[in-house]
C-alpha cells in the first residue's frame, strides 16, 4: 500500500520560509511523479506543484512560481517544497500526492500539513 506523509508545516511571518517534506513509504518514489496541493476551507483543493519521476520535468502554478521550488531525493524517498517569500494567500492544508504523471491521477495522498502565514 502507497503511503505519503507531509511535514513541515507551521507557523511563519509574511515574507518568511519553510520547507515541506513529503515521505514515501512501502514504494519507490522514484517510479511516481510528486504533486504538492494546497486547500483552504470552502475552496477546491489547488495544484501548486509537481515533478515527475524521470529527468525530472517540474510544474508550477502561477500562484507560486518564482517563489515555491520543488525538489526530491529518490535515494531519500523523499520530495520537498521549499516556499520562500510566504504570503498570508499562502496559509492552507498542504498535501503531497503520487501520481501516474503531471498531471495525472493520484494513487495516494499524505494527510496534510498546515501552514500559516501570519504575523
Known amino acids: 500500500q502507497v503511503q505519503l506523509k507531509e511535514s513541515g508545516g507551521g507557523l511563519v511571518q509574511p515574507g518568511g520560509s519553510l520547507r515541506l517534506s513529503c515521505a514515501a513509504s512501502?514504494?519507490?518514489?522514484?517510479?511516481?511523479?510528486i504533486g504538492w496541493f494546497r486547500q483552504t476551507p470552502g475552496k477546491d483543493r489547488e495544484g501548486i506543484s509537481c515533478?515527475?519521476?524521470?529527468?525530472?520535468?517540474?510544474f508550477y502554478s502561477d500562484s507560486v512560481k518564482g517563489r515555491f521550488t520543488i525538489s526530491r531525493d529518490n535515494r531519500k524517498n523523499m520530495v520537498y517544497l521549499q516556499m520562500n517569500n510566504l504570503e498570508a494567500e499562502d496559509t492552507a492544508v498542504y498535501y503531497c500526492?503520487?501520481?501516474?504523471?503531471?498531471?495525472?491521477?493520484?494513487?495516494?495522498w499524505g494527510q496534510g500539513t498546515q501552514v500559516t502565514v501570519s504575523s
Open positions: 500526492a503520487a501520481q501516474a504523471a503531471c498531471p495525472g491521477p493520484a494513487a495516494a
Open positions: 512501502r514504494f519507490a518514489l522514484d517510479y511516481y511523479a
Open positions: 515533478i515527475t519521476g524521470t529527468r525530472p520535468d517540474i
